[in-house]
């Protein structure tokens, strides 16, 4: 969804480096999720937010850090990047205004593919 | 949430109608069943979502037994370009977490 954008799309790190993914969006959303996704193992919630000054850990937050800077932009940090946090990293958003039903339908953004070697 | 059970992998040709099954015998009332899809290593898509009426948009169609006990999605053309692995989802409308289960892999054939 080109309303919902990544950068970078991929990136090669080394242990112990610090690194950050960005995530920007035009929807007008203002919730915004950090999932990763490895093989065989679906989507796992790192962080997400409901509002700017409204950040929570999901169920992987562990070696992982994130900054709300403006509604539309949600950044993940990795503060020390390790071989295990290799995976695809998904931004997403929903829309709290919307109807129940439509509220928690998310868009996702197009990956960002992370090699920490 | 409820959980959900789909076929592993199905096959479908090209101009031919899709049709994605979905059971989710312990749905509760208040609980909406959602389709999403995944092409390749490409970003989860959103398809659909219905509590007990059926839905259409541009994309599929939403059939969901009146019992709400299963569910079909509907591609009504398919093509190549549809083939991905769908996922059906079923939860609480006002409920951030979203759980992707192993979905069904569907390829189209020429």
């Known amino acids: 969804d080109a309303d919902v954008t990544q950068t970078p799309r991929n990136r090669i790190t080394k242990t112990g480096k610090r690194i950050m993914l960005e995530c920007s969006q035009t929807?007008?959303?203002?919730?915004m999720y950090w999932y990763r996704q490895d093989p065989g193992l679906g989507l796992r919630l790192i962080y997400y937010?409901?509002?700017?000054?409204?950040?929570n850990k999901g169920e992987i937050s562990d070696g992982y850090s994130v900054s709300r800077q403006a509604q539309a932009k949600f950044s993940l940090s990795l503060e020390s990047a390790i071989p295990n946090q290799t995976a695809l990293y998904f931004c997403?958003?929903?829309?709290?205004?919307?109807?129940?039903?439509?509220?928690?339908?998310?868009?996702f953004g197009p990956g960002t593919r992370l090699l920490v070697l | 949430d409820a959980k959900t059970t789909q076929p592993t992998s199905m096959d479908c040709a090209e101009g031919r109608a899709a049709n994605l099954p979905c059971n989710h015998s312990?749905?509760?009332?208040?609980?909406?069943v959602y389709w999403y899809r995944q092409i390749h290593s490409q970003g989860p898509q959103y398809i659909i979502h219905g509590l007990k009426n059926n839905e259409t948009n541009e994309m599929a169609s939403l059939i969901i037994t009146e019992d709400r006990k299963s569910s079909t999605l509907i591609l009504p053309h398919a093509t190549l370009r549809d083939t991905a692995v769908y996922y059906c989802i079923v939860r609480v409308g006002n409920d951030y977490k979203l759980s992707f289960g192993a979905g069904t892999t569907v390829t189209v054939r020429a």
């Open positions: 937010s409901f509002d700017v000054k409204d950040i």
């Open positions: 997403a958003t929903s829309d709290r205004r919307a109807s129940t039903g439509d509220r928690e339908t998310q868009y």
């Open positions: 929807k007008g959303h203002d919730r």
């Open positions: 312990t749905i509760s009332g208040n609980e909406y």
